[in-house]
């Protein structure tokens, strides 16, 4: 079936550096593809998103790049600090933004 | 920042008892969502909601379930006879124009 999966469950990085968060996903339909940052006992928020008609797309701290050639989805964070500890989701949905498929999310560990 | 705000922030029933979930979104948002996360696993997708319907909706959300917008501020998802495999976070999303959804801190429902 069509499915959103993350390659790596935890993802150890020392304060300071940059991190890659990695997403392959298997619909080609897809329009819409966000990244959430779940902290404990808190829902998905919110990061940044990016259409299938773009290859990149920057935010605050964090770039979103898509690779339709190989599905695949990442998220890289500048500067990595302590407060970005948290599970990352990727999720994809259509244009209409109806259900959104997550992945099954990547551990983010940042040491001081 | 707007938020999507959710009660009860935990709920115990017994099984077979009837709960309520509430929800208020993102004021000037049209679209509503439910999504459930069993303990360590992924965010499913339960329903979609818009102009007071259900525009769709995931093999999970059965005859037991049912959401309504009683006004012009709520959301409920209702679970009309719990059984033990309900337990879960469940997540109330609402979105503006753009696909992004935005996600409450969801509820933690344990059924005993």
């Known amino acids: 079936g069509e499915s959103v999966g993350l390659h790596l469950p935890t993802l150890s990085v020392q304060e300071g550096d940059n991190s890659i968060i990695n997403c392959a996903y298997s619909n080609s339909a897809s329009d819409y593809f966000i990244w959430y940052k779940q902290e404990s006992g808190k829902g998905p928020q919110f990061i940044i998103d990016i259409r299938s008609n773009m290859d990149k797309r920057q935010g605050q701290r964090v770039t979103v790049l898509l690779n339709k050639t190989v599905k695949h989805l990442s998220l890289q964070i500048a500067a990595t600090q302590p407060g970005d500890s948290a599970v990352y989701f990727c999720a994809e949905t259509d244009n209409a933004g109806n259900m959104l498929t997550f992945g099954g999310g990547t551990r983010l560990m940042v040491k001081p | 920042e707007p938020e999507v705000t959710q009660t009860p922030s935990h709920q115990v029933t017994q099984m077979g008892q009837e709960v309520i979930l509430r929800c208020v979104p993102i004021s000037n948002h049209l679209y509503f969502y439910w999504y459930r996360q069993i303990l360590g696993q992924k965010v499913e997708f339960l329903v979609s909601f818009y102009n007071n319907e259900i525009s769709e909706k995931s093999e999970i959300f059965d005859d037991q379930f049912s959401v309504e917008r009683p006004d012009g501020s709520n959301f409920t998802l209702k679970i009309r006879s719990t059984k033990l495999e309900d337990s879960a976070m469940y997540f109330c999303?609402?979105?503006?124009?753009?696909?992004?959804?935005?996600f409450g801190d969801g509820t933690r429902l344990s059924i005993l």
């Open positions: 999303a609402s979105r503006g124009d753009r696909a992004s959804q935005h």
